[in-house]
């Protein structure tokens, strides 16, 4: 599979197929925090990355899996994708399972962008920020965004938008998570009027190591400062513990068992999506069961040793 992964345990979506819509790391951002590494294709051309047909024949092969969601994200900002509304109006057409779409919100300010993704039953933008000082240190991005550009965007969509909305803001230790820094967002986020506030933080290795997590007791004390409380995206562990998860879960730990992998030495191994095997790194880790190094600048994972 090509274009379609998984389905990979969510922690907001449940089950979810994933489509992978533009090459790998081709975004509009070049986030600090980002688990897939560093931006290699900064833009905001929009055209069709991927062939639309074969995507959709993709799709058909994979609903037999009965996912919970379908998931417009991947490896890039899927919004670049200039095709958005003719795919979302063939999943319809294929089937009822509700289509997702998680953007950086980067692009809402086009109002085409806006128009494309408004069949979707759900949309899911970031707001990591509160002000351009900030956008430019924590989301780096395409130098044709200012930050006064993609809130608008964000406050357009929502006007037009007859979805629900979930706000995602990520919160990083030193920057967003100044309190005075948070109140930005939370005023922001009055103005965006989403259904929902999600907070999250650092989970996996990110793109630059300065980017750190905040606490489980920071984040909730950030939570209260919404109107409803945001919600803390909480932690999937033990989701691949499930059957139809375990094998891979086995075969990658088995993998790094044997000797120090990076992500895309398991990628490569496995022949499994980059996404998908993010999921599982992240839950060994979580569970104490990897050791990590870096050399020359990237990261290796272990198995880790087992406790005396």
């Not at 009027?193 to 004390?221: G, H, I, S």
Request: aromatic letters at 8%; hydrophobic letters at 40%; proline letters at 7%.
């Amino acid at each position: 599979m090509t274009y379609v992964f998984g389905p990979v345990p969510s922690r907001r979506l449940g089950r979810s197929l994933g489509l992978d819509l533009v090459p790998f790391k081709t975004c509009t951002y070049d986030c600090v925090y980002c688990q897939l590494g560093r931006t290699t294709h900064k833009t905001v051309e929009r055209r069709e990355w991927v062939p639309l047909d074969d995507v959709i024949e993709e799709l058909r092969g994979s609903l037999p899996s009965r996912p919970d969601y379908i998931t417009l994200s991947g490896s890039g900002e899927p919004t670049l994708y200039s095709r958005l509304d003719e795919l979302i109006e063939r999943i319809h057409a294929l089937t009822d399972v509700p289509v997702a779409v998680l953007t950086n919100g980067s692009l809402l300010w086009d109002p085409e962008v806006r128009a494309q993704i408004a069949a979707a039953d759900l949309v899911v933008p970031s707001l990591d920020a509160g002000d351009e000082s900030l956008f430019q240190a924590v989301n780096r991005p395409h130098p044709y965004i200012s930050f006064a550009q993609m809130l608008a965007g964000l406050v357009a969509f929502r006007r037009e938008y007859q979805g629900p909305i979930w706000l995602e803001a990520f919160i990083l230790g030193g920057y967003t998570a100044i309190p005075a820094e948070a109140r930005r967002i939370v005023d922001h986020a009055r103005d965006i009027r989403p259904d929902r506030v999600q907070l999250n933080t650092v989970t996996r290795p990110p793109a630059e190591e300065f980017a750190v997590a905040v606490d489980r007791a920071r984040m909730e004390e950030i939570a209260t400062y919404f109107d409803p409380p945001a919600e803390v995206v909480a932690d999937y562990r033990g989701v691949h513990a499930l059957p139809e998860f375990g094998a891979t879960r086995a075969a990658v730990l088995d993998m790094l068992a044997r000797r120090p992998c990076s992500l895309e030495d398991i990628v490569e191994g496995l022949g499994a999506h980059r996404n998908e095997i993010l999921k599982y790194v992240e839950e060994l880790d979580g569970e104490g069961l990897l050791d990590k190094r870096r050399v020359d600048g990237r990261l290796y994972f272990s198995a880790a040793a087992p406790a005396r």
